[in-house]
């Protein structure tokens, strides 16, 4: 598994780029922690206003599995993936949406944050990639996920034309099924 993080300043950009990607039928929303009627656009807008400070208030990431498994892993896997992830990395009260793209040969998911509290005060994103690096292990190990050794394996094995469809299907049904 490999999980990519970015930060930046344009909430609008980042969710115009996943909802497009919903509109041609690339992508899903698998989940969403806004629970009342107002679209999450706004509450995560509400909190930057709260602290102009803040230079890059935006927190995305995306994270992707190996390419064999990544179409096996089911909405509720990668959705319990995302909130495991987002509370690991102290974003888990934050509004974020979860969007599952499918418009390349890996699936794989984006999570799309604010770095501003209810508060108006900056989550702390010191250290980021070493508390997220600690997390994709903790969540690999979890969900019997393939590490990047196992990645050099499967694609020497590929090559060989050793690897079968049903050693990763196999090995995703002993953990989730």
């Not at 770095?115 to 250290?127: C, T």
């Not at 190990?141 to 034309?161: A, F």
Request: charged share 30%.
């Amino acid at each position: 598994m490999i999980i990519k993080l970015s930060s930046g300043t344009d909430l609008k950009g980042v969710l115009a780029y996943n909802q497009s990607k919903v509109e041609k039928g690339q992508a899903s929303v698998i989940y969403s922690s806004q629970e009342d009627n107002l679209p999450i656009e706004f509450e995560m807008k509400s909190l930057i206003e709260k602290n102009s400070k803040v230079k890059n208030p935006i927190f995305s990431c995306s994270i992707n599995p190996h390419p064999d498994e990544s179409n096996v892993i089911s909405d509720q896997v990668y959705s319990d993936i995302a909130r495991e992830y987002m509370n690991g990395m102290g974003y888990g009260n934050q509004p974020y949406v979860v969007i599952k793209h499918q418009d390349t040969d890996r699936t794989h998911i984006h999570i799309v944050s604010v770095r501003i509290d209810e508060n108006g005060k900056k989550i702390d994103s010191n250290y980021e990639k070493y508390k997220s690096n600690a997390l994709r292990k903790v969540l690999q190990e979890k969900y019997k996920l393939l590490s990047e050794n196992e990645r050099t394996s499967l694609k020497q094995k590929r090559n060989n034309q050793s690897l079968n469809e049903n050693d990763v299907l196999n090995r995703y049904r002993e953990v989730h099924v």
